[in-house]
């Protein structure tokens, strides 16, 4: 499994936590308009996607001519390795493996930050070490993947300075910062309005887990200098963001400010309740915030999961990460209750009710 969500081979799972996304589902508002969109699918796809980014300039405070749009998170990442030339990339270890993809395709060098079970995966003041060595590019993501906790703040505003004064590339993956309640006062979007900071920051951010449309492959990236964006945009397809997928992503910003209230709420309050029930089976639970748990199990439990028509995430094909780890997303009350008991009963010895 290089990701979630590949169910496409086994019938058998009903409750797919492997992908972590939005569980209130897609926004009524997309949903309507997708539905509307049929008749609109004899015109070619606005090229510049104008208006998405001026509704992503509402919804961000980031000036339309500073947003790339693309066909997800992966796209925008690749086109920005290749666009800005990059020939080593500093990675940490664990890291979502999009990264090393898009590093591999463009055939540069990867260096790794190897992150410390010992002190929880968090990003310390170590990161400057490697950082001096001088990459020409470096990518984090806050919350992180797969682990879901955040970079303090304050350090990621001093690594973004540091990145400028060495002329080294700085992208911040925040796809999953929406999920958090205090996430638009410490995005880093903040600096590419900023005349005194950011120019060479570039933030990324997609539709794809905060609105639920991961089937609909819609992302965008962020940069104080339209030059930087346009040498980007140069890597990526003609006519890369589908019709369907500009009229959703519309349509997902326009939606009442009560859909991310709620999902935001469901999952703080889910969230603290799994932690403490996987705990309570004995298990370790590392510190996070995003909308997916990471854990660790001396006891196998993706197989015994998917006897039961459930997949959790397997994490030990992250480089840094071991066989034992494991990320599940939060979803509705009802499916966590499912996973839990699960896990309680694989973890007792008991067979599926089939088996």
């Known amino acids: 499994m290089l990701h979630g969500g590949e169910i496409y081979e086994n019938a058998n799972i009903q409750y ?8 209130l589902g897609l926004p009524e508002k997309a949903v309507r308009r997708l539905r509307e969109t049929v008749p609109l699918l004899t015109r070619y796809p606005d090229q510049s996607c104008g208006a998405l980014r001026k509704a992503l300039q509402r919804s961000t405070g980031v000036p339309a001519h500073q947003i790339l749009c693309g066909n997800g998170a992966s796209e925008l990442i690749e086109a920005a390795v290749r666009g800005l030339g990059a020939r080593s990339i500093l990675l940490t270890a664990p890291s979502f493996s999009g990264y090393l993809h898009a590093a591999g395709a463009a055939g540069a060098e990867v260096r790794f930050h190897k992150l410390r079970r010992e002190e929880d995966f968090v990003l310390t003041d170590r990161y400057f070490d490697d950082l001096a060595e001088g990459p020409d590019m470096a990518i984090l993501c806050s919350p992180a993947n797969p682990v879901g906790n955040r970079i303090d703040p304050g350090r990621l505003r001093r690594i973004a300075q540091f990145c400028g004064e060495k002329k080294i590339w700085l992208m911040v993956d925040e796809c999953f910062l929406g999920f958090l309640a205090d996430g638009e ?59 369907p997928a500009q009229v959703a992503g519309v349509a997902a910003l326009e939606e009442d400010r009560s859909y991310m209230e709620r999902a935001r709420a469901l999952i ?20 996070g915030e995003a909308n997916y748990i990471f854990f660790s199990s001396e006891t196998e439990l993706q ?12 994490c030990d094909n992250y480089r840094g990460l071991e ?12 499916e966590n209750d499912i996973l839990l008991g699960a896990m309680a009963e694989i973890l007792r010895g008991k067979e599926p009710a089939d088996g």
């Open 185 to 243: 006062e410490t995005t880093m979007r903040r600096l590419l309005t900023d005349p005194e900071g950011g120019g060479r920051l570039l933030v990324l951010d997609a539709f794809t887990k905060r609105y639920a449309m991961p089937g609909i492959r819609l992302g965008y990236l962020m940069a104080r200098d339209p030059s930087v964006l346009a040498a980007i945009h140069a890597q990526q397809p003609e006519w890369s963001v589908s019709v």
């Open 323 to 334: 066989k034992g780890d494991y990320r599940a997303a939060v979803l509705r009350p009802e």
């Open 303 to 314: 197989g015994p999961l998917l006897k039961r028509g459930i997949l959790i995430r397997r």
């Open 268 to 287: 703080a309050s889910e969230r603290r309740r799994m932690s403490d029930a996987i705990e309570a089976l004995g298990l370790r639970v590392f510190p």
């Open 16 to 23: 797919d936590f492997s992908v972590s996304i939005n569980p």
